[in-house]
């Protein structure tokens, strides 16, 4: 249970010398005694047969499994203590962690996105993420289990960013555990990744087409723009007029200008 009220109801029935009271208790497996005896009160039916009913704030104790006891007295003083049912308290939210992609990063098409969440009390029940800016969000995308367990593992899902805009975008991970306790690792600026799925523009500056050039060392130049992840590096190489390769890619360097232009 996540609910720091919990109810505690049990049917406790005597013919003959009729119920006096009935208290509850918590304890750990191992028998120890974890609060005091909590007294009842009949909530329905007759001190003969009746339901008996307690409120218990989970949030005084730690989070883990325990016993509950009942404690049953009739009015000639005999008791019935007996171990009513196993509960276990998780008042805590998941751990996430982002794994990838990494912070600052540019993406572009399809990509993998893993996240790390962990749950030692009852688990994992699911972890969902999204993409968004000021401009645009995604809905919530479903992951899956990897690797490792509920209680510890990672979570990963294909996203196409295609569907996205290009632009800088944060992403949000929402992890549950099976008690309905959600942690929403909300990074905004702190995390953020470039989507970028436009190419490059390029515009050739020298040689001009159709340039007839017998010089043996020949300047090859062009203007190249990428203002939203910017330029990485540029290439040449020749090719007949049919398209054949004539030589392998040549690495330029940059001349003037900045990695935006």
Do not use: C
Request: hydrophobic share 35%.
């Amino acid at each position: 249970t996540s609910s720091t009220a919990l109810l505690l109801n049990a049917s406790v029935n005597d013919s003959l010398s009729k119920v006096l009271n009935a208290t509850f208790r918590l304890t750990t497996s191992s028998g120890s005694t974890v609060t005091a005896w909590l007294f009842a009160t009949r909530g329905s039916g007759t001190i003969d047969q009746g339901y008996w009913n307690a409120t218990f704030d989970t949030s005084t104790v730690a989070d883990g499994t325990y016993n509950i006891t009942v404690n049953a007295t009739d009015f000639a003083g005999n008791q019935n203590v007996i171990n009513g049912s196993t509960i276990s308290v998780d008042a805590s939210r998941p751990n996430a962690t982002t794994l990838a992609p990494v912070s600052k990063g540019n993406i572009s098409g399809s990509f993998t996105v893993r996240a790390g969440a962990n749950d030692s009390a009852s688990g994992v029940s699911s972890v969902v993420f999204q993409f968004r800016n000021s401009s645009n969000q995604t809905s919530r995308e479903v992951m899956s289990l990897n690797s490792g367990t509920i209680y510890s593992g990672v979570w990963t899902a294909t996203y196409n960013t295609v569907q996205l805009a290009d632009g800088i975008y944060n992403i949000t991970f929402n992890a549950s555990d099976f008690n309905g306790n959600s942690n929403l690792t909300d990074l905004h600026e702190n995390f953020t990744v470039t989507v970028d799925n436009s190419k490059v523009n390029v515009s050739m500056v020298v040689p001009l087409n159709n340039t007839n050039t017998s010089s043996t060392a020949l300047l090859i130049n062009a203007s190249v723009n990428d203002s939203l992840s910017k330029v990485l590096n540029v290439t040449f190489r020749l090719t007949t007029s049919s398209g054949g390769t004539v030589t392998a890619w040549l690495f330029a360097t940059r001349g003037s200008g900045t990695i935006d232009q």
